[in-house]
C-alpha cells in the first residue's frame, strides 16, 4: 500500500473532484459517512456520551459533517468548535450552516474559554487538526489536549491525530493526541509507523473515500507499507523437477569464542526459509558446535577463537557476514581483504556493520545491492547521530545512494530503504526484542538472495516473513517467552499463511450459511 505525502493527497482530491464532476463539499461529506458508518456499526446506537471537538479547517468540517450524521441516527453529542484561528475552511463553514439548520448549537472555544467536563467512559471525536497542519498549535490547545488525556476517555481521531505534521515530527511533543483509534482517510501515513510519532497510535485503520485509483496507482510514492498482498507477488515456488542445487548455496562467515550461536542461528534460518545448502565459516570453536546444533549445515573453520581469514573453495550464491563475529584487528583484516575480492550478493550484520563503521573507507568495496542490516546502535555508528525521526530516514537514504545498498533499519516498524524509497514493513510485535533475533534475520535475506530473490526483494520479503513468523508464534508461547529459535521454527508456517484466506466477517459468515 503506498503512503501519500500531503500534497500528493490534496492533488488526488483535486484530481477526483475533478473527474468525478463532485464538488469538495461532497468528498468531505463521503468522509463523514465513512465514519459515522464505522461508529454506528461498533456502537449500535449505545447512549454513550460523544464529544466532538473540530477545528476551522476541513478536518474540523468532517467532524461538523459527522456530528450531523450522529445527531440524526439519536446519538448523545456535544460539539466543540476549536477556534484556534479566523480562517474557516468553505466547506467547514457549509457544515456548520447545515449543523445549525438543525438547531444543534456548537459550543465556540477560545483561549479564554473553560474546557467541558469529559467522562472516562465518554468517546472524543478529535477533528481538531488533520494533514493542513503547518505550524505548532496554541498553547491553549496544547492544554486542550492535555484536557482529553486527562479524561481517560476513548480517542478517535479523524484521519490523523491532531497535532501530528505529515513530514516532520512534532516540537512539542505533549501538544499531540495520543489516540485510541485513527480513522485515516484512503492511505495511513508514514509518520504512523516511525518509533517518534508512532507513539501517539495505538490503532489505525483506512476508510475508502473513493479518491480517483487511476491518479493514486499513477503516483508514484517515497514510502510504501508492506502486508501480505504486496509480498504475495514475490513468492517464487517450488518446482516438481528442482533439486537442493536450483535453492541455492549460503555462506554465512561469523562467531566467535562465546558467539557460535549467533552464526548457528542464522544459518538455521537460511536452510528453513529454503536455500539448498548452507555453509558456515566459522572460527575451529564452533565446529562441533555447529556440526552437532545443524546436522544439515556443512562446517568450514578458520583461527581457534575468532575468524583470521576468509578462504574459501566452494561457490556460495550468496554470503552472510558479521553475526558474532567480534572486532579483533586480525578479523578487521580478513573481514576487508574479503570485501576487497567479494562480489558475490552480500548481507552484513552485526559486528560486519560496526567493522565498516569504523573502517567507512570500506563501503566502496561492497558488492552491488549490498544488504546491511543494523538496528539502531549499529546505525548511528554508520551514518552518525540524526535529529529526528525524518533526518535518520535522509541520512540513510543518502548512504543507500552513495554505495548502492540496501539499508534495513530494524525496529517495531522495520523499514528497508533502497535509495530514495523506503519500505514499511507491518509484521512482529514485541516479543521479537530477544537475544539473537538479528541474527535469525540475516540467516532468512541472505538465504532468499541464494535462492535466486533480487537483494531489494529477498530484504522485504524477509523482513515481512520474520515478523509474520513471530506473531503466529506468539498466539502459543506469548511474548516474553519467545526465542529466536521459535522465529527460525515458525518460518514454516509463516510462508504457508501467505497463502490463507482472510477470515469472513462474523455477518457474511451466516449468510453464506443460510
Ligand atoms: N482526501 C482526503 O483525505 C480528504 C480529507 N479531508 C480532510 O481535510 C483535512 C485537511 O484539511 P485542511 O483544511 O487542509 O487542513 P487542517 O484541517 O488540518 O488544518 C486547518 C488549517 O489550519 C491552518 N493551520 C495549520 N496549522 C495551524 C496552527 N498550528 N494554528 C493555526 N492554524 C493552523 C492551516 O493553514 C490549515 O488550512 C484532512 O486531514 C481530512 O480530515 C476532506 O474532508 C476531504 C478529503
Ligand atoms: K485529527
Redesign the pocket.
Known sequence: MKLFSAEQ??A??KF?IAKQNIT?DE??E???VQIFNWMHLRMQGAPVKIHLFC????????GIALARHLQEHGYNIAVYVVN??T?R?K??LINLDRLKDRKIWPNFMDSDGEFPEIGADDIIVD????????????KW?GKLIDHFHASKAFILS???P?GLYMNQVPEQKDAVVRANFVLS???PKLVFFLPETGIYIDQWEVLD?G?DMEFLTAEETDYELIGKSEVLPMYVPRTKFSHKGTHGHVLLVGGSYGKIGAVTLASVAALKIGSGLVTSYVPACGYTILQTALPEAMVLTDGETAITSIDYTIKPSAIGIGMGMGTETQTIQAFATFLKSNSLPLVIDADGLNMLASNMELCSFLSKQTVLTPHEGELERLVGKWEDDFDKLAKVKALSKKFDCIVVIKGAHTITVYHDKGFVNTTGNPGMATAGCGDVLSGIITGLIAQGYESLKAAIFGVFLHGKSADLQIESKGYQALLASDVVEGLGTAYLDLFKLPEKPPQQEAESQE
Request: net charge negative.
Open positions: 493527497i490534496y488526488a482530491d477526483t469538495s468528498l468531505m463521503r468522509s463523514a477545528g476551522i479547517g476541513n478536518n474540523g468540517g468532517d484556534y484561528s480562517k475552511s466547506d467547514f477533528a481538531i487538526f488533520g494533514i493542513g497542519l503547518n505550524r505548532p498549535p496554541a490547545v479523524v484521519d490523523i491532531s482517510f484512503q492511505t473515500i479518491l
